[in-house]
Each structure stands twice: as C-alpha cells, then as structure tokens.
C-alpha cells in the first residue's frame, strides 16, 4: 500500500516540476510500424536536434516557450515537417509520427520537406487537421463535423445540425472510425440511420489526435458507405505524468484526464456536461431545449514494440424537449421530446509479425436507445411515437504486406451486423417490428510503383449481405502521377461504392425488394506543392447512383422525395432512384510555418436526381456553388486572431401551397415544384481572438468569438403559420458573441 501512495506522490509531484521546453515523440516506419532507430529530428527555428532510440522515441528539451516546427528525416524515407508544437510549462504534445520509405525516382529534383502527408499508404487524396487545427478552427465550435465544412467538397445541412453533405450526398453517406474501431454516429443527436438531429457533435476533440478525411474516393478497406469517411485517431495517454484538463465553453463544461497506470500501460479519459437549454434561445437550436452529456475513454497497453492493445469507450446521453408554445413560434407543426442513449464499445489489437506483415484486429458493439414522442398542436394527440433499438456488432482484420520496396498490399475481412427492434406510430398508424442485417465484406488492395514516375492503387471490396444474398464486386483504383521538374502530381481516381438501404425501409415487409444502393465515380486532380507549407488543388469529379429508394409511382399521393436526403418511413419503396452530381473544387491551402495559416476553397457543382416520373429534382444539397475562406495570425506564442467567411448558394426547398394550407388548416406543400425554389444566398463571418497565458500551476487558454459577426439574416426554411394564416420563415442565428476557457495542468 505505502508503495502505491509513493508512486502517486511521484506522478503528482512531476505533474508540477516537468521540464520546462520539452518536444517528445516517436518515429516509426508507415509501412510495417517498426520504430525507426536513428532518425534525424531538428528544430527548423534553432537547428537544435536529435536522433531517435531503440524504441523510435526521442526528446528535445531546453527550449522556451513557444511554437515550434522540426523536420524528421531518415535515410530511404520521404522527410516530413510537423509544425504548430506547442511547447510549454508543465505539459508538452508527444507526438506520433510515420514516415513513408522513398517509392519514387524523382530524378535528381530536391524534395521539399512538406508539412503536408498522405498516411494513406495507397495515395488516396485525403486531407489533415491535427489536434491544435482542430481545436483553434473558427466557428467551428470544435466539433468535427462543422471543421470539415471549411472543405470545398463538404456542404452543411444548417447551423443547428451536425450533418455533413460531401459532394451533393446525403447525410447517411458518410461514416467514421476511431482507432479502426466502428462508430455508427459522431452526432449526439443522430437518429439511428445515422443523419443527426441537432448540434452538438459526440466527439470530444480533446481526445483526438488527428483526423484523416477522404472525400475523393475512399480506400477498399472502407465500406458500406458512398460519399465519404473519416479516419479519426485518439491520443494516447502520457506515459510518464499525470495530467488533466476542465474547459468551459458555448454547449457546456467538461474535464480530462490522462497518465500512466503502468509502465506499458496508459490512458486517456473525458467527461462533459451541457448547459446548452440555457443560452438555446439565443442560437436559435429550433425552439426547443437540446442537452448532452458524454463519457469516453482510452486504454493502450504495450507490451513490446510488435504488440499493442487498445480499449475504447465511447458513451452518449442527448435530450431534445420542445414545448407546445416554442413549437407554434418556431413554425413546428408538433411538439414534445426526444431521447437517445449511445454506447461504443470496442478492442483494437495491432500485431507485426516481422518487417514486412502487421496486423491490425479490432471488434466493437454499439448500442443505441432512441425514443421520442411528439403531438398535434392542433389536436394534443400524438403524432409520432418511436421506440427505437439499435445493436451494431463489427469485426475488422486487416492485414499490412509489403514484398518489396516498390510493391505492398492489404487484406482484410469485416463483419458487420445490424440489429434494429423497431417501434412506431404515425398518425394512428402502428408498426413494430425487428429487423437484422449481416454485412460479410472480405477487401484487397495491391500497391507498387510504376516506371518510377506514378504510384497505382487496385483495391476491390467484396460484400454480401444478409438481405439481398448477393455478392457484390466494388473495384477501385487510384493512381497519382509525379510530373517533371517539381511541377506538381495528377491524381486519378475511379471505384464503385456501396452502402445498404436504411434498416427502417427494410423492416417493413413491403420494402423486402429493396436492393443495395451503389455509386460509380471518377475524379481528376491536379496537384501543386507551392512552398513546403502551401498547397494547391484543382479538381473535377462525376458521381453517379443507381438503385436508390424511391415511393412507388402508384402511392395515393406524390411526394418526391429522395431518401437518401430524408428519412420518411413509408410503404411500398422500390430501388428505382437514379442521381448524379458532377463539380469542380479548388483548394489552397497554407500550414502556419511561422504565424500565418489559411484555406481558401471553393466549389461550383450540379447535384440532382430523378423523381418516380423522370423528372430531374434538386437534391436537398444542392447549393450549387460553396466558399470559404480561412485563415490566421499569431505574431507571438501568448495570442492569436482568426476568421473565417462562408458563402453558400441558396438551399433547394418545396413552396408552401397557401391557399390550400388555408383550407385544410395544416402546411401543405406543392410537390409538383419539389424543391424547384431556392432561400437567398448565405454567407457569415466568424471572428476568433485567443489568447494563452502559462502560470505556475500550468496553462489557460481563453478565447473570445464573435458569430454572424455582421448579422446577416441567413433564411433556414419557410413555413406555414396557423396562427397567422400567412407563410413566415426562420433563420438561423443572429449575431452571437461566444467564449470559453481551457486551463491544464
């Protein structure tokens, strides 16, 4: 027992007495994770430096506080640049850095030593924000899903929601790992389909280390999905100190901790709580009272550098009430509440067998509880009930080989299954029912140089699934071409992409027909480093889909609606719905190097699909045009300003038939112009001043931001006012100062 409080004692007492100045990490190989001994780390400012140990770790201490870039090199390896290092007191960032063996002959041309990476080993195009990027985004509010909308190919459903629209897709087509463990939902407020319901996003962005976001086609190990994926890595906890973190921020207050249990043995731990109910009036959340609370956790045990183990826990609670008056002021037909419980939990095991085989095996379960219940206005009897369960079990093995320096490959297997016990009534019409759906998924991909000038990727992703018992073939290849003299790359690629029709279609029994969803689509990318900190991009893409789920032409009523955009449960759908969208996007990016960082990026692009009659309908993403620009200014460690502008094409919406709302005494919506109509253009501007202050007790960081800083009135939706017998519209919100405080220690 008097050991345990002296280590203890220990833990605490460095927590207060680190050395100051210190950068820590580790370098390991990308292709076989082996950690690499001798690796050259030098700060880029003082040309301090050092080489990594045994085990790939290295440490630079003696530096003043401050911001720091190094740059890492090996003989036989690409050099990679990592910038924005926070060094300060008490704390330091312990970095995890790969680096990729040198493919290519680049025919006697110096190689930038770049800030940016593919750590796709298969060169597919993906994009990169780290821990402090993540944290330090303007507007964002550190939520995942409203960092990525600063990318020209991903649009926003509205301010009040977390869904992601990539290239004119749905919400339910985009999905997420973390730590190669499955996460069916990154949205506190998601329905169980997967598209979100509010604001608030599940992860907490404290815990991640960095996210990997493919949007231009997706690697075979990835699947069941059409648009996009986001590979999300947790930090791991300090191995050597105790420390913790308490923030307080706009939705609400939370703390970290993380530290060493044992020398192999580390983790990381969150908790936050909302006050969101109290300020929800001011940001306009849809006139009701949303709030949350999460607890996630990670565990990494290494027993030796071929082996690791990782635990991962990720637990959800939201609650969304609207009241009967805030329902009739908010333009809502109904009122009442809805409740959801969400819970992940899964084990990762990473294993090299030798320097050119590694192993990565995960399994997870996800249990969601989703109940809600909503009323008439006009009557008092309900409108909606739902009782909802959700149990997602996966299993995934993938298998890293390389057989020689220019050729690799993977190959793995993944199990999914999908159970929904299911319980709902609409409009005095009653379903209950249970449905499972087992995807069985096995995926290749071989990789290699060719003629020492391109690096080509053939991946194929084998899928049969339970409902259709059906094998489906989806092939993919990308292939990345270096030009002459440093003049840039071109990025081809092209693959077929599947993803299953929502559990809710598939437990009614007059939807057993419904086939699977795919999408064929190609793009061409051009690619240009400018400096080793700025990036230029220019691409042009084509999306096409096939067997979506569409209404019966034969239904009483014409509503027509594609399902991929909403979720409507109704009888009789058939897998006839055809879509297409076709773009350009341009991206220029800057890393801050120095002081400066920036994005500007854009998109021009068509996203449509063909209702029950064959007529071309706006799909609901359909803005057709996005910009946005961002960036900062640091001009020394202790403060920071920021900004970000957005400018969106209006949004598709359906007229409301007046004259028949009138005289049915309800909203009734002309759908022989389905979103034929447009609301005004939207823009905003977020404005971000932070400032960082390290005391002896450790480190506060305080931020202050302004939200719609101009106040424009941006249009959400129109609406039908019972009370008024007129149409009104809701915006979203109005100007809105924001602020929050971090202090670790």
């Given at each position: 027992m008097l050991k345990k409080y002296r280590v203890f004692f220990a833990l605490v007492f460095k927590?207060?007495?680190?050395?100051?100045?210190?950068?820590?990490?580790?370098?390991?190989?990308?292709?076989?994770?082996?950690?690499?001994?001798?690796?050259?780390?030098?700060?880029?400012?003082n040309s301090v430096g050092t080489v990594s140990d045994d085990d790939g770790n290295f440490s630079i201490s003696g530096l003043e506080n401050g911001y720091y870039s190094i740059s890492v090199s090996f003989m036989g390896y690409e050099s990679k640049s990592i910038a924005d290092i926070w060094v300060r007191d008490k704390a330091y960032e312990f970095l995890n850095i790969q680096l990729k063996p040198t493919i290519l002959d680049y025919n006697g041309v110096t190689v930038t030593k770049s800030y940016f990476s593919k750590t796709s080993l298969d060169q597919y195009s993906s994009v990169n924000f780290n821990n402090d990027e993540i944290r330090r985004a303007p507007g964002a509010g550190q939520e995942i899903s409203r960092i990525l909308n600063a990318l020209p190919s991903v649009a926003s459903v509205g301010e009040n929601r977390q869904d992601m629209l990539v290239r004119g897709g749905g919400p339910t087509e985009n999905g997420f790992i973390i730590d190669n463990i499955y996460i069916p939902s990154i949205s506190h407020f998601n329905t169980p389909d997967g598209r979100s319901n509010g604001p608030i996003g599940l992860i907490n962005t404290e815990m991640v280390d960095d996210i990997e976001f493919f949007s231009n086609g997706f690697p075979a190990e990835y699947g069941n999905k059409l648009s996009s994926y986001g590979n999300i890595r947790y930090r791991n906890g300090k191995k050597d100190s105790l420390a913790a973190n308490i923030s307080l921020g706009m939705g609400g207050a939370g703390g970290l901790v993380e530290g060493p249990l044992k020398e192999d043995i580390s983790f990381i731990g969150s908790y936050r709580r909302s006050y969101l109910d109290i300020i929800s009036d001011a940001i306009n959340a849809g006139g009701g009272l949303p709030s949350y609370g999460d607890l996630q956790g990670k565990l990494k045990y290494n027993p030796s550098h071929f082996s690791a183990y990782t635990i991962l826990f990720i637990n959800g609670n939201s609650l969304y009430e609207r009241g009967k008056a805030e329902s009739i002021s908010a333009g809502e037909n109904t009122y009442g509440s809805f409740k959801n419980n969400q819970n992940t939990l899964g084990l990762a095991h990473r294993y090299i067998w030798n320097k050119n085989i590694y192993s990565n095996t995960s399994?997870?379960?996800s249990y969601q509880d989703a109940k809600a219940i909503f009323y008439e206005n006009k009557s008092d009897t309900i409108s909606l009930r739902t009782n909802d369960l959700y149990k997602t079990f996966n299993a995934r093995q993938l298998n890293h080989i390389r057989f020689n320096e220019l050729i690799g490959g993977l190959l793995g297997i993944e199990i999914q299954n999908r159970n929904l016990d299911y319980d709902f009534l609409l409009n005095n019409i009653e379903s209950k029912n249970e449905v499972s759906v087992t995807n069985l998924s096995s995926f290749l991909t071989f990789q290699s140089a060719l003629f020492n000038k391109a690096l080509i990727s053939l991946g194929f992703r084998f899928n049969w699934n339970s409902h259709e018992e059906d094998i489906l073939i989806a092939p993919r290849i990308n292939i990345d071409f270096s030009l002459d003299r440093g003049w840039g790359n071109i990025i081809y690629n092209s693959g077929t992409y599947f993803q299953n029709p929502p559990e809710k279609y598939l437990s009614i029994v007059d939807n057993n027909d419904l086939k699977t969803i795919n999408t064929f689509q190609h793009s061409l990318t051009f690619e240009k480093l400018i400096t080793n900190s700025t990036k230029f991009s220019i691409s042009i893409y084509k999306k096409n889909y096939h067997n979506a789920p569409m209404m019966d032409n034969n239904q009483a009523f014409t509503d027509p609606t594609f399902l991929l955009d909403e979720l409507r449960t109704y009888l009789n759908i058939i897998s006839s719905g055809k879509a297409e969208t076709s773009g350009v996007e341009i991206l220029l990016e800057k890393k801050r190097a120095i002081n400066f960082y920036g994005l500007v990026g854009g998109s021009v692009y068509n996203s449509t699909y063909n209702d029950q009659n064959g007529i071309k309908r706006n799909r609901n993403g359909n803005y057709e045009y996005l910009f946005n620009l961002v960036g900062g200014y640091r001009p020394n460690p202790k403060w920071e300003i920021s900004l970000r502008w957005s400018l969106f094409g209006g949004k598709p919406y359906?007229?409301?038939?007046?004259e028949s709302s009138n005289y049915n005494n309800e909203e009734v919506l002309d759908y022989s112009e389905f979103n034929d109509y447009r609301t005004p253009v939207y823009h905003n501007l977020f404005l971000r001043y932070e400032r960082r202050k390290s005391m002896k007790y450790g480190n506060i960081?305080?931020?202050f931001e302004f939200w719609n800083a101009y106040n424009r009135k941006n249009t959400e939706t129109y609406f039908w006012s019972r009370e008024k017998q007129e149409i009104?519209?809701?915006?979203?919100?109005?100007?809105?100062?924001?602020?929050?405080?971090e202090i670790e220690f």
């Open positions: 927590i207060y007495f680190l050395e100051a100045g210190t950068i820590q990490g580790n370098i390991i190989d990308a292709v076989n994770q082996l950690p690499l001994v001798g690796a050259n780390i030098s700060v880029i400012a399994l997870s379960l359906t007229r409301v038939d007046l960081i305080t931020y009104l519209e809701t915006s979203y919100f109005s100007f809105i100062p924001v602020g929050g405080i």
